[in-house]
C-alpha cells in the first residue's frame, strides 16, 4: 500500500532471513531510532522466527477476505465475526503486515487490535504486598492461595526485580505483571531470609536478617482469579502502558494523516421537484466520506456505522411521511438510492 513502507519491510524480512533487516530505523549517532513497525513488534515480543511461527486459521483468513468485500453489510458482518472470535493480538499483527490489505481491511483489522489490547486478560502473582523502606523492592506479606505465587513464594521474601526489571515498589511490580498475559512466565529474584532449625531468621554479626537471593521463573495466573479473592490492585502506570501500546500499533499499521479540503455544499433552495440528491446532508457526509478515502485516508470512525444506520432510518421514514408532499418524498427517495449506491462503493 503506498505510503506505507513499514509493511514491504516487514514483508521483506520474512521473505529473507537472515538478510540485513529493511527499513531499519534511522541512525542518530550511534543510536539506532526503530521505526514504529519495529516497535510494534516489540511490545508484542515478536521477531522473525516468531512471526513465522504464528499461524493464521483458515477460518480468520476467510474473514479478512469479506473485511475487504464491496458490500458494506458483509464487512460488518466480518468485522461482527472477527471482534466475537477474539484473535490474539500476535495473529493480528500477523495479518496486518501483509502489503496485500485494503484500506478497508488494515483499518478493521486495527480497530480490532485495538479492541484486544484494551481488553487483553492481565496476569497475576497472587501477593499480597508492601514496600520494604529499609532497601528497594516489594516484600511478601501475604501468599494468596491457589495463585502461582503459592508454589513459589514466602512470606518475608523481598522481590527485587522481574525479568530484569528493579522493583522498587509495588506500583512498579502491578506494571510489570499485569502488563503480561496468564500463562507467561516471569523471572523473580527474591532475597529471601535464611532460617535456622526453629524457623526463625539467622542474624549476621551486624545484626541484620542473612538473606539468600533466589531466582524463581513463575508462570502467571490471572486478575479474574485474583479477584475473585478480593486482592486485585490497580495501576495508573499500566494505564499509560497500554495507551502506548495503542498509540504504537496505530503508527505501525494505520494509514498516514491526509489533509482533505471538503467542499462547502449549500442545500439547494430550489423547489423539492428539481432539488438534487447531493444536496441531502445524508449524501454530503458520505461524499465527504469518500473523498477522504480517495485520498488515503480512514473514513472509518467508530461512530461510522452508526451514522449511517441513522441517516438511513431518517431517511426512509421521510419516504413514507403522508404528512409530506409527494415532490418531498421523490427527493428523499432519490436521496436515499443515491446514498445507498455511494455506501457500496466503500
Do not use: Y
Not at 529473507?16 to 541512525?27: D, K, L, M, Q, T
Amino acid at each position: 500500500m503506498a505510503g506505507w513502507s513499514s509493511t514491504a519491510s516487514a514483508q521483506v524480512r520474512l521473505q529473507n532471513p537472515g538478510a540485513p533487516p529493511s527499513g531499519a530505523g534511522e541512525v542518530a549517532g550511534e543510536l539506532a531510532v526503530p521505526t514504529p513497525l519495529e516497535e510494534a513488534l516489540g511490545i508484542f515480543r515478536l521477531d522473525e522466527a516468531a512471526l513465522r511461527a504464528i499461524v493464521v486459521p483458515e477460518a480468520l483468513r476467510s474473514i479478512v477476505t469479506r473485511l475487504g468485500a464491496k458490500e458494506w453489510l458483509i464487512r460488518r458482518e466480518a468485522s461482527l465475526e472477527l471482534e466475537g472470535m477474539k484473535p490474539e493480538p500476535e495473529i493480528l499483527v500477523r495479518l496486518l503486515i501483509d502489503p496485500e490489505l485494503d484500506l478497508e481491511q488494515r483499518a478493521r483489522l486495527l480497530r480490532c487490535l485495538v479492541g484486544r489490547i484494551v481488553q487483553m486478560p492481565r496476569g497475576a502473582v497472587g501477593i499480597r504486598m508492601s514496600t520494604n523502606l529499609q532497601r528497594n523492592g516489594v516484600l511478601v506479606s501475604a501468599v494468596i492461595p491457589g495463585l502461582p505465587a503459592e508454589a513459589f513464594l514466602e512470606v518475608g521474601d523481598l522481590i527485587v526485580s522481574i525479568e530484569d526489571t528493579p522493583i522498587n515498589n509495588s506500583e512498579d511490580l502491578i506494571s510489570v505483571v499485569q502488563s503480561r498475559k496468564p500463562g507467561d512466565r516471569l523471572a523473580f529474584l527474591v532475597r529471601r531470609p535464611k532460617r535456622g532449625g526453629q524457623g526463625v531468621d539467622e542474624l549476621g554479626p551486624d545484626g541484620r536478617p542473612v538473606t539468600e537471593l533466589l531466582e524463581f521463573v513463575i508462570p502467571l495466573g490471572s486478575v479474574a482469579e485474583l479477584d475473585q479473592t478480593g486482592n486485585v490492585a490497580s495501576s495508573a502506570r499500566l494505564d499509560e502502558v497500554r495507551k502506548r501500546k495503542i498509540r504504537v500499533v496505530q503508527e505501525a499499521f494505520g494509514p498516514k494523516p491526509v489533509r482533505v479540503r471538503t467542499p462547502s455544499v449549500i442545500i439547494a433552495e430550489a423547489p423539492f421537484v428539481d432539488r438534487p440528491a447531493d444536496s441531502h446532508p445524508a449524501v454530503v457526509w458520505l461524499l465527504q466520506n469518500r473523498q477522504i478515502l480517495d485520498a488515503g485516508g480512514d473514513p472509518f470512525t467508530p461512530d461510522f456505522e452508526k451514522r449511517v444506520a441513522k441517516f438511513r432510518r431518517d431517511m426512509t421514514t421521510a419516504v413514507r411521511d403522508v404528512d409530506l408532499t409527494e415532490a418531498e418524498q421523490a427527493w428523499h427517495r432519490r436521496s436515499l438510492d443515491r446514498f445507498e449506491g455511494l455506501l457500496e462503493s466503500f
